[in-house]
């Protein structure tokens, strides 16, 4: 079978080097793709946002499946166009991308069937979103409602510091995406990221991962895409594990499927674990990034049927098998990142950096230009690997970063902390 990949991310590299190595698959191509990715699947340029291109490519190239990588064409439609053609795919529907589109959306999801979150309130204009504020406590959490590429959250420590952020949205600091707010309590616990495929009835838990959002070491700084990953997350027992399935993910799945609005793709829940249990954060209708990168490189079996069931609705006979080592990536970024990141600089260095003992270097934002490669986004590298203890897989990814010749970029130091300072047994 031939397959299309949508994407251009870290992600992507992970999903498509997986893939890749699938008997089921004839041949990858990815649109756009990146220099990694080139490495592993034919990079096409195709204008993904239009969905009638990605359709006449599928006709032209015989593609008996397509897996949608970012949430941006989940959340346009693609899925609906594809389904209306009868072209095979891995993701959602635009009516159920709407538990990442829309935060009030899935809050009103989980107040609905009882799904443990934060408490809220849900606005579309300054004056209530003010007013129900000065009934609240702080610190206290603001979010645009829509897509705002990670940016439309604000923790506020003060009444003062929310309410700028509720103006900010209601100004169009975030367009569209801060038409409307949630305003959200605040949870404390440790965060973690959870991932189940779906197919629209039955849910298979995938493994556990947590990352570090914030850009600076020791969590410190402005939050970012993701700096760095590992998988399992410790912290993620099997007791905790069956109780997100069974008070999060498994309710939502139903609830979609009451509504007419059945939720096929991977349900990525960011949990907040809290002394009274797992609350979900938000959802994302897509796979994490940089989480894809490890689960990716702990995933045994083959990636490929895992997802074809779940677009044919065929979970409740799928298991799968994940190695018991743990992953560990580190996120190399432009200097710059998060805010506008330098593009351009020469990367020298990898073919050392990828001889160390299971190391596996995933391109997020990179490109050729002859022989050289060049960065070409705010992350660009994720460096990986596997071990048997955080620790080892730490080291290994480190001594990986330390062939690479970069002077443009930078990572976070302390990829892994949390997981190596946990205490053991
Ligand atoms: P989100 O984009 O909703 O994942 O939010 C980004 C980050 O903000 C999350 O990963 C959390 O670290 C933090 N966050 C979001 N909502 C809350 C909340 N209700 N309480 C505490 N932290 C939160
Ligand atoms: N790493 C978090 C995300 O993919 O949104």
Redesign the pocket.
């Known amino acids: 079978m031939n397959v299309l990949l949508i994407g251009s991310g870290g992600r992507e590299h992970a999903l498509a080097w997986t893939l890749s190595a699938s008997p089921l698959l004839d041949k990858l191509y990815c649109a756009p793709g990146n220099a990694g990715i080139a490495e592993v699947a034919e990079c096409v340029v195709l204008d993904t946002a239009n969905a009638d291109a990605v359709i006449n490519f599928c006709a032209l190239f015989n593609i008996g499946f397509v897996v949608i990588g970012p949430e941006a064409p989940l959340v346009a439609g693609l899925g609906d166009a594809l389904r209306a053609a009868d072209i095979k795919h891995f993701g959602p529907s635009k009516a159920a991308a709407q538990l990442e589109g829309s935060?009030g959306y899935t809050k009103d999801l989980c107040r609905a069937h009882n799904i443990p979150t934060?408490a809220y309130g849900r606005f579309t204009e300054a004056a209530s979103a003010h007013a129900y504020l000065s009934t609240q406590p702080v610190p206290i959490?603001v979010?645009a409602d829509g897509l705002a590429a990670?940016k439309?959250?604000t923790?506020a420590m003060t009444h003062a510091e929310a309410a700028a952020a509720i103006d900010a949205c209601f100004s169009g600091a975030f367009g569209q995406a801060g038409a409307e707010v949630v305003i959200?309590?605040?949870?404390?616990g440790e965060?973690a990221s959870f991932f189940a495929l779906c197919d629209g009835r039955h849910a298979l838990a995938l493994a556990t991962a947590q990352d570090h959002?914030r850009v600076g070491d020791g969590d410190t700084g402005p939050?970012t895409g993701g700096m760095g990953a590992y998988s399992p997350a410790p912290v993620m027992t099997k007791a905790l594990i069956e109780q997100t399935m069974r008070e999060i993910i498994q309710p939502t799945v139903a609830a979609m499927a009451e509504r007419g609005t059945p939720f096929q793709g991977v349900l990525f829940a960011?949990l907040?674990l809290t002394k009274d249990g797992p609350k979900l954060?938000?959802y994302n209708v897509r796979f994490g990034d940089p989480e894809t990168q490890v689960l990716m490189m702990r995933l045994q079996s083959d990636l490929l049927p895992a997802l074809l069931a779940t677009a044919d609705g065929n979970l409740d006979t799928f298991s799968l098998r994940w190695s018991d080592d743990v992953a560990l990536t580190v996120v190399m970024a432009a200097n710059g990142y998060p805010g506008p990141p330098q593009k351009g600089s020469e990367i020298r260095g990898l073919e050392a950096a990828k001889r160390i003992d299971d190391v596996q270097i995933f391109h997020a934002g990179t490109r050729r230009d002859g022989d050289r490669l060049l960065a070409d986004g705010g992350r660009v590298l994720n460096v990986t690997a596997r071990a048997k203890t955080v620790s080892e897989a730490q080291a290994h990814a480190y001594a990986a970063i330390a062939e690479i010749d970069w002077p443009e970029g930078f990572c976070r130091k302390d990829i892994g902390w949390r997981a190596i300072l946990r205490p053991k047994g």
Do not use: Q
Not at 184 to 188: G, S
């Open positions: 935060k934060a959490v979010k990670g439309g959250v923790i959200e309590d605040f949870l404390e965060e959002k939050n960011g907040m954060i938000e």
